[in-house]
């Protein structure tokens, strides 16, 4: 859905395997249960900037925003047609399917999701409605 409001929140991005990670000599090397972080290994460069590319006012936030002149944002929309998204803003984009917005934590759109320390910072933008 589209954000109703501006909010900022983060996301624990930690992960518990859910069965056992065994070698090729038969060893458990992590215990179903174990826990980690990925952040806490890697540092995530990109910028995700979510929309839903049937919304044209999300797609007039996004092209109005600094995000497109950024090389560090990846553009993934909830819904609409890649090739009129790719067409329109010139740009690279993706799909974001469930497990992706599942995972960091996105509710609404536009959103916008970066690094923070060990955690996701997921940023939802509420998009003003037009006056006649």
Request: positive net charge; without cysteine; glycine residues 4%.
């Amino acid at each position: 859905p589209a954000a109703k409001e501006d909010k900022v929140f983060s996301i624990d991005m930690t992960y518990t395997l859910q069965e056992d990670i065994i070698g090729k000599d038969g060893v458990v090397i992590y215990p179903r249960g174990y826990q980690y972080n990925p952040m806490e290994y890697v540092f995530m460069r990109r910028i995700v900037v979510f929309i839903n590319a049937k919304d044209i006012r999300q797609m007039e936030w996004y092209k109005n925003s600094p995000y497109p002149d950024d090389m560090r944002t990846m553009l993934l929309i909830t819904d609409g047609s890649y090739l009129y998204v790719k067409n329109k803003l010139k740009t690279s984009v993706y799909y974001a399917n469930r497990e992706i917005i599942e995972r960091m934590g996105i509710k609404a759109v536009p959103s916008v999701a970066v690094q923070k320390g060990t955690a996701l910072e997921v940023r939802e933008y509420a998009l003003k409605k037009k006056t006649k």
